[in-house]
């Protein structure tokens, strides 16, 4: 568990070929939603939060990878700094490179999948952010970043195929 205070300045920051390094997750569960004889029906939902600045759109939780820290503990911090839940993360989606379109800023950014197991009452951006369940559709209609998007996609592609072969395997 991180303290309740996020993180804050750039002079732990990494760099790779000028371009700052940025990690994050995909947080997801399983609903039920609704029960058969044949066992529950369950929807995929995926972790939305919202930007600091004000009137940006939605996002899923990212930030700087820090220099004393591995890619997996900067994501998961990162995580629970923004969108206060907690999981198991699993193998990283891929990477991806893009500009910012605020700042004249390069970034190299990786994304994971985590399968939340426990959403915090309190976390260190709460009173900066609000964070949302949705379907993986209406999340890549309110998510701001291409780059997501196509995280999002891969993630979806992923859990889709894990669930193809368990049901080949019944």
């Known amino acids: 568990m991180v303290a309740l205070a996020s993180r804050t300045g750039r002079n732990l ?12 997750c995909i947080p997801y569960r399983y609903r039920v939603t609704s029960q058969t004889p044949s066992g529950d029906e369950e929807k995929l939902e995926v ?3 919202s930007s600091q600045k004000q009137g940006k759109g939605m ?27 907690l999981g198991n993360l699993e193998r990283e989606l ?19 999948p985590l399968l939340v197991q426990q959403q915090l009452d309190f976390w260190p951006e709460k009173g900066l952010r609000q964070r949302t369940w949705m ?7 309110a998510c701001q970043h291409w780059w997501m998007k196509e995280a999002l996609d891969v ?13 080949e395997a019944d």
């Open 135 to 141: 379907s993986a559709a209406e999340a890549k209609e």
């Open 94 to 112: 891929g990477t991806w490179y893009f500009k910012s379109k605020s700042q004249d800023a390069y970034y190299e950014g990786f994304m994971f």
């Open 155 to 167: 993630l979806v592609r992923r859990l889709t195929a894990g669930k193809q072969l368990l049901k």
């Open 59 to 85: 996002l899923f939780p990212k930030g700087g990878w820090e220099t004393d820290e591995s890619k997996q503990a900067a994501a998961l911090r990162e995580t629970e700094e923004e969108a206060g839940v």
């Open 13 to 24: 920051q990494r760099y790779n070929k000028g371009r700052r390094q940025v990690v994050g």
């Open 47 to 49: 972790l939305v939060i």
